[in-house]
């Protein structure tokens, strides 16, 4: 597993920092200390072994001049008091030895006499060498060992105090680092738990009240600023979202910018759309009131149509009565006519007759005429006769009157004929007259019939047109009223958006101005 | 009347060409701006466009009466003086300009002077 460090807290980063140095203290306490306790401790030994070993050279010397072993022995064993030397010798220049304390301890080989104080380690003893300088004659050596036993248990104390006081630091550096962290980075979460939730759209928390002057109060004091910027943004929104696009954002800044650039915008496009929205509104009103006109006239056509029809159809009906009451005329002429030229043939018959009786009243009056002559000769003779012939001539004179009387008869008879001629010429003509009148109403009422016959082709044919024009005018109206209603939603539609307009201010004095259309 | 520093304009709407053409030659010579129209159709925008001083409205027109039209228009927030240009009776013009709330009527008399004489007192 990698411990990936971006992936620790802020917190937890601190901390591990901090533990980071505190060990990096505890270790350098474990191992600098030491080691320095260590080299001062093997210094102070190597000084105070040298300074002695000089202290014994010049003391001995005289006995190595002299070569009295026991006054050096003497001094040697002055210093078996001190249990940190482990032995110690005296030589002479040619290497023997003049007197020695613990000879059997010392195992290293004799060095050269070297010229000052010299000391050196083997591992369990410090080996200091000096050389006993005689005020005449070669120097000897004196050799110190010095048992580094104390000096461990020293360094081992002083081991064990650095590991517990390293542990201490430790312990308490990790604990201060926590309650540091802890204290550092708590309004650091407190700012991330208020981005957290701006973040998630709340701006209603109170702002943070961190009063420190550092870094985190200074970040908090911007982060108070950036919410109460945000709160007017979001206050100018909530405004915008009312339908105010008057106002201006008085921040600096891209995003103010922006935003007032973005309501400046809306606000040229609102009040074009109103502007818009006023003209369709008027212009939707005006092919309303258009339309209900139109509605209204077609109505009217229709009514008017279905009114011509009525008409048409009573005129088919009177045509259809005009033909029936023609057809009678044209019988009744008809017999007229037949009834005329029989009483015209009668008439004419009735003359022949009256001809006839005109002769026949000839003959009667000749016939008269010649009794009346002869009864006047009667009448002469009777009187020439005498008294014998007058009772002949009485019936002569009767026969005179007869005579007159059949002549007067035949002349009244006569005259009564050509009354009756003229009557029967009259009547002739009359039924002359009577025929050709019956003759011209026939002819009139062929006429008729056949006038009226094309009157009603003409009048069907025009009822026909008529019934046409009324299904294409109720299909008219039809779609005018759809028309109309489609209008009257367009209408509706204008109004409602001209209302929706009115809700936004484009201007410090008035919106998009309501237009309430009746 | 004389011509003034901005020269009145009138819109004449009417659906006769001879009333047009007699109209706008008698207010022409009077130093008046005359926009006509025949349609009354996009009447209330052509008033909002032109801006018009007076605006003269046949009243019997085929598609749409005119006294509707000032009603739509006059409903619609048009501001200029609406008056009303017919042959009907006077009375009744009367009736329909208040029922309209236009600014009145102006009959169509034949007398071109007359016509003059009314819109120079509609304009004062």
Known sequence: MVLNPSHLSLRGKLIALITLLISAVAIFLILFFPARFDAFSKRWLERRGEGMATVLAN???????????????????????????????????????????????????????????????????????????????????????????????????????????????????????????????????????????????????????????????????????????????????????????TLRLNMEGQLAEAFNEMVESQRKLVGQIGETVIQLGSAAAEIYAAAQQQEGASNQQ????????????????????????????????????????????????????????????????????????????????????????????????????????????????????????????????AADEGRKLADGTTESARQITLVTQQQ????????????????ILSQTVQSVQQARS??????????????LMARFRVDERSGVKPSKAA | M???????????????????????????????????TATPFGFSNLLRREKPDLALLDVTMPTLRGDKLAEIAIQHGIACPIVLFSDRPAAELDAMARSVKAAGYIRKTGDMDEVVRSVARFLK
Request: negative net charge.
């Open chain 1, 59 to 245: 003391a001995s010397s005289a006995g190595l001049e002299f070569d009295d072993a026991a006054s050096v022995q003497g001094l040697l064993n002055g210093l078996a008091a001190n249990p940190e030397i482990v032995y110690a010798s005296v030589r002479r220049p040619n290497g023997t030895v003049l007197a020695a304390l613990h000879p059997e301890r010392e195992q290293a080989q004799m060095p050269s006499i070297p010229m000052t104080v010299t000391s050196s380690y083997a591992p369990d003893e410090l080996r200091v060498y000096s050389p006993v300088k005689p005020r005449s004659g070669a120097a000897g050596l004196l050799t110190l060992g010095f048992a580094l036993d104390e000096l461990k248990r020293e360094k081992h104390a002083q081991d064990v105090a650095v590991g517990w006081v390293s542990i201490i630091v430790f312990v308490l550096g990790l604990g201060a680092s926590f309650i540091v962290g802890t204290v550092l980075v708590r309004p650091v979460r407190q700012m991330t738990d208020v981005a957290l939730r701006i973040a998630r759209g709340d701006l209603s928390q109170a702002e943070l009240h961190i009063t420190a002057r550092d870094e985190v109060g200074r970040m908090a004091e911007a982060f108070n600023y950036m919410l109460r910027s945000l709160r007017e943004l979001a206050a100018a929104a909530q405004r915008i979202g009312q339908g105010d696009l």
């Open chain 1, 302 to 429: 229709a009514s008017g149509v279905e009114e011509v029809s009525r008409t048409m159809q009573s005129l088919l009906d009177s045509a259809s009565h005009v033909a029936t009451s023609t057809k009678g005329v044209l019988t009744a002429a008809e017999r007229t006519k037949q009834t005329t030229d029989a009483t015209s043939k009668r008439v004419a018959g009735l003359s022949d007759h009256t001809n006839r009786i005109a002769e026949v009243l000839e003959v009667i009056r000749d016939i008269a005429d010649r009794s009346d002559l002869l009864a006047l000769n009667a009448s002469l003779e009777a009187t020439r006769a005498g008294e014998a012939g007058r009772a002949f001539a009485l019936v002569a004179t009767e026969m005179r009157r007869l005579a007159e009387r059949v002549t007067a008869s035949v002349q009244d008879v006569k005259t009564l004929l050509a009354d009756i001629r003229a009557f029967g010429a009259t009547t002739v003509m």
């Open chain 1, 456 to 471: 009603r082709t003409a009048t069907e044919q025009v009822l026909q047109s008529m019934n046409q024009i009324t299904v």
């Open chain 1, 486 to 499: 489609a209008v009257q939603m367009l209408k509706t539609l204008a109004d409602q958006l001209a209302e």
């Open chain 2, 2 to 36: 004389s011509v003034s520093d901005r020269r009145k304009k009138i819109v004449l709407l009417d659906d006769s060409d001879l009333i047009r053409e007699l109209v706008r030659e008698a207010l022409e010579a009077e130093g008046y701006d005359i926009v006509d």
